[in-house]
């Protein structure tokens, strides 16, 4: 039950009007992940039209969530003032998921060596902490100035180490203390002090508490049953999905005093989390990953075929994609912008890159486009690069994107015995060099990998005027482009123009999109139960415009996000025979 | 050693203050005959630690073994035109043929007759299994599973001796390097595995290694000032402890795993601070450049470098190095009078013909001489008994893919599409430096002729370190590989 995938239940929630699919699922055989369903007596199967009547939307349980190395860099930003991104220097890297997120609760895993790092930061943070401007201000306000001076121990200074662990543990633990809690820091900073300036006991207690695993993990309580979680679970869950960080003073604020159990407060704190520079890191984080964006530093485009290719314009693209993205959200513009979208960002390389003229200076801005040869993702040279060779472009693995990316259906697994492509071959008989497309023909001939390479080819062939750094060109190899596209239904289209109109008006699109927002904000895998989830938020989202920004406040605001249940996945260490 | 170094050597557990404080008290000394209080044939006798080093240094993608085999075998074998430019070290290592790794394969016959048929993905296997030998299981989502590897099973045996490093994890590129056919990235990003759903994270600076081996130790550190250190530090660590406790009956049973996690860290922290006295004397000399400051030969240099530094300081017994991950560009090389360009796994299997095999053959060569360069700097640390570091060292070298679309025959046979598997998990290609103190006698090529598992060779590497009584190992593992002795 639980290994039903989310992909095999929103696939037939969906509306087939764009049998994109069928024929690759078709030649291939079941869809991954379907399971047997003897395993399950009774019911409705995910799938099955009355599915969600039958399910009780359980929220799930999200495992214990280590902070990733984003979130760590940017929590001891805004809770101590550092810029330095310790994490990102020295902590071992944080694994990836398929989609290309870094906040997978399971796969967060805790090394012995990345508790070293911990170790180590919590000591050089708790260093410069005391030292910084502002700390004792917002820390140590209430405490007698007589304990800072001298090395004598005293109440004032059990007093001070007290509100010291209240103020602080609050911001460091994103929760108020215990009162057991606050004893156990009182009795580091006191024998931290011992005999010496009580800096030195406040800042063994600093190092003790960003050690402590009420720093480094975000834990919910796992009670009995289905819970509304507390104020402080939700500024905790609200903060790292939009911002990447910890909450701010106004969100503990709320949290204390039950704010944020009320949905209009808390549309309220969303629109202003939405507005704030913080958010950009959902921008890198959420949508970058998502789109590959983030891939586009290890692209290595060949140095003599690509020699325009240079940092300036790989940062040129990131940035495009990362603005056009945080545009289409701030403007509250429909979803489908992202791949019809008639503007862009550029800034004078880039825009020279694209043959786009008008445009001067270093600085990216919003530049309106006839919509024929840029416009939407599928134009936008980060997404065109990291889809393509060193040396040229792949239809397939641009179509592969199409549908893992942006319609969330990766094509199943090649068969077995095949494990990549041949683009590059000459033809077997008479040795004459083959263009791309005849190739790929020749392969599709092969009636095993005809079934998805029908789907995945036509889509990458639409982008074919872009070459492998996304420039536009009429000619490969000195042959003309052909970037006409079939679809198995027969539909064509011609060019990426018309590819993103397809793909506008797919409602798998959409899906897709709502379904790697979900991930991302719950930090988990996907539960089959979770399409109902689904479901409800794209529904209400559409009532509101079908906007991008809809959509995340919609996930946000759902059950799922702001109760926990207990539902996890079970042990099965007999699975894999 | 000066006379008065010498005086003050009076037992093998030497204050390790007195040698890792830095410049201020160097000793210039390679290694000390106090380290070793009796000969090393007098301890394997008294079935003492034998202290023998592990290593492992892992190439995805498989080798094109047409110039790599030497055809013929034994002793006096022919040096192959791959291994040519490593001739000098010869006598040194073994080339070790026909081991496979079958749960790497896409269809694996379990022990038990049990049929599993997990189709594409041989590139998530082959690293992934390397050293677990174990069958993955193939998810794309967060429900991972793997099996511990060798290297950890030998880590937490061998820990005794090094008990603040257990084992350096090394790579020389960090992160993720992709997923494949349906299995998480996780998998083709690690071999070390210290359980079945933890990787070992990878270190890839080799600055910060040399620091996690050699420093944080004050010279100038008084008895009253390292005592009241101890204390303070192990008060942060009670209480880190008790907020492990009070979360962990506030949370679910999938969570008590990362505690588990956590606190094993909290652990090792205390270990280090039980164990900041005790070690031997040695001087690592100077630390390697800042990260950023070198390229990436130099960087190959550098990590073999902190191996070398830490075996010979004893700070760890054990050592895993992935040389490049799959999909790099070796744009440093030429094959065919042009600089190769291609990513390495997209040129693996050999679909753009003869260039793409000059290609790869180019690859493969440089990593044998990599493998060559690492046993030469072994080889030329002595240990302070007339024995050099490689003799009392297992280097194992390879992958866990056969490598080519053919099977040894002529060039002509380089027709993936129709030879079935492109990537096999047996027929792997296996170089084994050094003698692990006497265990394996090097010099030859084996040849293994019934499909004998990886997994009997690193029993075989295992109990040459010590760990005696290991006598099986994964799925396949039942015993020490033979004719190795």
């Given at each position: 039950m639980q290994e039903l995938t989310i992909?095999?239940?929103?696939?037939?929630?969906?509306?087939?009007?764009?049998?994109?699919?069928?024929?690759?699922?078709?030649?291939?055989?079941?869809?991954?992940?379907?399971?047997?369903?003897?395993?399950?007596?009774?019911?409705?199967?995910?799938?099955?039209?009355?599915?969600?009547?039958?399910?009780?939307?359980?929220?799930?349980?999200?495992?214990?969530?280590?902070?990733?190395?984003?979130?760590?860099?940017?929590?001891?930003?805004?809770?101590?003032?550092?810029?330095?991104?310790?994490?990102?220097?020295?902590?071992?890297?944080?694994?990836e998921t398929a989609e290309g997120f870094i906040?997978?609760?399971?796969?967060?895993?805790?090394?012995?060596?990345?508790?070293?790092?911990?170790?180590?930061?919590?000591?050089?943070?708790?260093?410069?902490?005391?030292?910084?401007?502002?700390?004792?201000?917002?820390?140590?306000?209430?405490?007698?100035?007589?304990?800072?001076?001298?090395?004598?121990?005293?109440?004032?200074?059990?007093?001070?180490?007290?509100?010291?662990?209240?103020?602080?543990?609050?911001?460091?633990?994103?929760?108020?203390?215990?009162?057991?809690?606050?004893?156990?820091?009182?009795?580091?900073?006191?024998?931290?002090?011992?005999?010496?300036?009580?800096?030195?006991?406040?800042?063994?207690?600093?190092?003790?508490?960003?050690?402590?695993?009420?720093?480094?993990?975000?834990?919910?309580?796992?009670?009995?049953?289905?819970?509304?979680?507390?104020?402080?679970?939700?500024?905790?869950?609200?903060?790292?999905?939009?911002?990447?960080?910890?909450?701010d003073e106004e969100l503990l604020d709320l949290a204390a005093s039950g704010g944020l159990n009320e949905e209009d407060a808390l549309r309220g704190q969303i629109d202003r989390m939405m507005e704030d520079p913080r958010f950009d890191a959902f921008v890198d984080e959420f949508a970058a990953r998502w789109l590959k964006v983030s891939k586009l530093p290890e692209a290595h485009p060949d140095e003599e075929a690509f020699a325009s290719f240079d940092e300036a314009l790989r940062q040129a693209m990131e940035d495009e994609t990362k603005l056009f993205v945080r545009h289409v959200i701030e403007n509250d513009l429909p979803l489908t912008t992202l791949v019809d979208a008639d503007f862009t960002f550029l800034n004078e390389r880039l825009a020279a890159h694209y043959g786009v003229d008008g445009v001067e200076g270093e600085e990216m801005r919003l530049v309106r486009l006839d919509g024929l040869r840029r416009g939407g993702l599928l134009t936008q040279g980060s997404v065109l690069t990291v889809t393509s060779h060193a040396t040229r472009t792949s239809p397939v693995l641009r179509g592969v994107y199409i549908l893992d990316r942006l319609l969330c259906a990766p094509p199943p697994d090649p068969p077995a015995d095949v494990d990549s492509l041949g683009e590059d071959a000459t033809d077997d008989e008479t040795g004459?060099?083959?263009?791309?497309?005849?190739?790929?023909?020749?392969?599709?001939?092969?009636?095993?990998?005809?079934?998805?390479?029908?789907?995945?080819?036509?889509?990458?062939?639409?982008?074919?005027?872009?070459?492998?750094?996304?420039?536009?060109?009429?000619?490969?190899?000195?042959?003309?482009?052909?970037?006409?596209?079939?679809?198995?239904?027969?539909?064509?289209?011609?060019?990426?123009?018309?590819?993103?109109?397809?793909?506008?008006?797919?409602?798998?699109?959409?899906?897709?999109?709502?379904?790697?927002?979900?991930?991302?904000?719950?930090?988990?895998a996907l539960r089959a139960e979770d399409a109902c989830t689904l479901d409800g938020i794209l529904e209400r989202a559409e009532l509101r415009g079908g906007t991008l920004r809809a959509l995340i406040e919609e996930t946000v605001l759902d059950d799922v996000f702001r109760r926990v249940g207990t539902t996890q996945p079970e042990e099965t260490p007999e699975e894999s025979r | 050693m000066t006379k008065k170094a010498r005086r003050s050597v009076r037992s093998f557990r030497l204050k390790r203050r007195a040698l890792l404080g830095g410049a201020g008290a160097t000793l210039a000394l390679p290694f000390l005959e106090a380290m070793l209080p009796r000969t090393r044939r007098e301890r394997v006798k008294a079935q003492e630690d034998p202290r023998v080093r592990l290593v492992w240094v892992y190439v995805p993608n498989g080798m094109i073994r047409t110039k790599l085999t030497p055809t013929d075998t034994g002793a006096g074998y022919t040096l192959s035109p791959m291994l040519e430019p490593i001739g000098d070290m010869r006598d040194h290592f073994n080339v070790l043929t026909g081991l496979s790794n079958k749960p790497g394969g896409g269809r694996y016959t379990y022990p038990d007759g049990t049929v599993s048929n997990d189709g594409p993905g041989d590139h998530a296997r082959d690293t992934g299994t390397f050293l677990t030998c174990a069958r993955l299981k193939k998810t794309d989502g967060s429900d991972i599973r793997n099996g511990i590897s060798i290297d950890q099973v030998a880590a937490n045996r061998l820990r005794e001796y090094t008990p603040t490093v257990p084992s350096l994890v090394l790579a020389t590129r960090s992160g993720s390097y992709g997923g494949d056919s349906g299995y998480a990235p996780i998998y083709k990003?690690?071999?070390?595995?210290?359980?079945?759903?933890?990787?070992?994270?990878?270190?890839?600076?080799?600055?910060?290694?040399?620091?996690?081996?050699?420093?944080?130790?004050?010279?100038?550190?008084?008895?009253?000032?390292?005592?009241?250190?101890?204390?303070?530090?192990?008060?942060?660590?009670?209480?880190?402890?008790?907020?492990?406790?009070?979360?962990?009956?506030?949370?679910g049973r999938q969570d008590q795993v990362k505690l588990d996690e956590y606190l094993e860290g909290i652990r090792q922290l205390e270990v280090r601070l039980e164990t900041s006295e005790g070690m031997p004397i040695c001087d690592p000399g100077a630390a390697p450049p800042e990260d950023g400051s070198y390229d990436f030969l130099e960087h190959v240099d550098l990590m073999f470098e902190v191996i070398r530094l830490a075996f010979q300081c004893?700070?760890?017994?054990?050592?895993?190095?992935?040389?490049?991950?799959?999909?790099?560009?070796?744009?440093?090389?030429?094959?065919?009078?042009?600089?190769?360009?291609?990513?390495?796994?997209?040129?693996?299997?050999?679909?753009?013909?003869?260039?793409?095999?000059?290609?790869?053959?180019?690859?493969?060569?440089?990593?044998?001489?990599?493998?060559?360069?690492?046993?030469?700097?072994?080889?030329?640390?002595?240990?302070?008994?007339?024995?050099?570091?490689?003799?009392?060292?297992?280097?194992?070298?390879?992958?866990?893919?056969?490598?080519?679309?053919?099977?040894?025959?002529?060039?002509?046979?380089?027709?993936?599409?129709?030879?079935?598997?492109?990537?096999?998990?047996?027929?792997?290609?296996?170089?084994?430096?050094?003698?692990?103190?006497?265990?394996?006698?090097?010099?030859?090529?084996?040849?293994?002729?019934?499909?004998?598992?990886?997994?009997?060779?690193?029993?075989?590497?295992?109990?040459?370190?010590?760990?005696?009584?290991?006598?099986?190992?994964?799925?396949?593992?039942?015993?020490?590989?033979?004719?190795?002795?």
């Open positions: 992909r095999t239940c929103l696939r037939s929630l969906a509306v087939p009007a764009l049998a994109l699919l069928v024929a690759c699922e078709g030649a291939i055989g079941e869809p991954v992940g379907v399971g047997d369903p003897g395993d399950r007596p009774g019911g409705p199967l995910p799938g099955d039209p009355d599915y969600c009547d039958t399910v009780d939307a359980e929220p799930g349980y999200v495992t214990v969530r280590r902070l990733n190395r984003v979130e760590y860099d940017n929590t001891v930003r805004d809770l101590l003032g550092e810029t330095s991104r310790p994490a990102h220097a020295d902590f071992p890297v944080d694994a906040n997978d609760a399971d796969l967060l895993t805790v090394g012995t060596l990345a508790v070293e790092k911990y170790e180590a930061a919590a000591r050089a943070l708790a260093d410069a902490a005391l030292e910084r401007d502002g700390f004792r201000e917002r820390f140590l306000g209430a405490c007698d100035p007589a304990v800072f001076e001298g090395t004598e121990h005293s109440g004032a200074r059990v007093d001070c180490a007290r509100a010291f662990a209240r103020e602080f543990g609050l911001r460091a633990w994103r929760r108020p203390l215990s009162n057991g809690e606050v004893d156990r820091v009182v009795d580091v900073v006191v024998l931290g002090a011992q005999d010496r300036r009580f800096d030195a006991g406040l800042e063994l207690g600093v190092r003790s508490m960003l050690l402590s695993p009420n720093f480094l993990f975000r834990a919910e309580d796992h009670g009995e049953g289905v819970r509304d979680l507390d104020g402080f679970e939700i500024a905790s869950r609200l903060s790292y999905s939009l911002w990447a960080t910890m909450p004459e060099t083959l263009t791309l497309r005849e190739r790929l023909e020749q392969h599709r001939a092969d009636p095993e990998c005809a079934g998805c390479h029908d789907v995945m080819d036509p889509l990458g062939f639409g982008l074919e005027n872009y070459d492998a750094v996304g420039a536009w060109r009429e000619t490969d190899e000195g042959e003309p482009i052909d970037s006409y596209g079939e679809l198995p239904d027969g539909r064509s289209f011609e060019g990426a123009a018309e590819l993103g109109l397809i793909l506008a008006e797919d409602p798998r699109f959409t899906e897709c999109v709502g379904e790697k927002l979900l991930t991302y904000s719950l930090g988990r | 990003s690690n071999i070390s595995w210290a359980s079945e759903t933890t990787p070992m994270d990878k270190e890839t600076s080799p600055r910060a290694v040399f620091e996690r081996l050699f420093a944080g130790f004050d010279p100038g550190e008084s008895a009253a000032e390292r005592e009241r250190r101890q204390r303070l530090e192990q008060s942060v660590l009670d209480s880190v402890t008790d907020d492990v406790s009070s979360l962990r009956g506030r949370l004893d700070r760890t017994r054990v050592a895993t190095l992935i040389l490049e991950k799959p999909g790099s560009v070796y744009d440093f090389l030429r094959a065919g009078g042009s600089p190769i360009r291609e990513a390495h796994h997209r040129m693996s299997h050999l679909e753009g013909g003869t260039n793409d095999v000059q290609r790869i053959e180019a690859i493969n060569r440089w990593q044998v001489e990599q493998f060559g360069n690492l046993l030469r700097r072994l080889q030329g640390t002595e240990e302070g008994d007339g024995s050099t570091l490689l003799d009392n060292s297992l280097v194992m070298f390879g992958g866990g893919l056969d490598g080519t679309g053919h099977s040894g025959g002529a060039m002509g046979d380089l027709t993936p599409r129709t030879s079935g598997p492109v990537h096999r998990h047996t027929n792997l290609p296996i170089l084994l430096g050094g003698r692990g103190g006497g265990a394996v006698r090097s010099g030859r090529h084996v040849l293994y002729e019934r499909d004998e598992p990886l997994a009997d060779l690193y029993i075989s590497m295992a109990q040459a370190a010590g760990l005696t009584d290991l006598s099986s190992f994964a799925l396949e593992g039942t015993g020490p590989l033979h004719s190795l002795g």
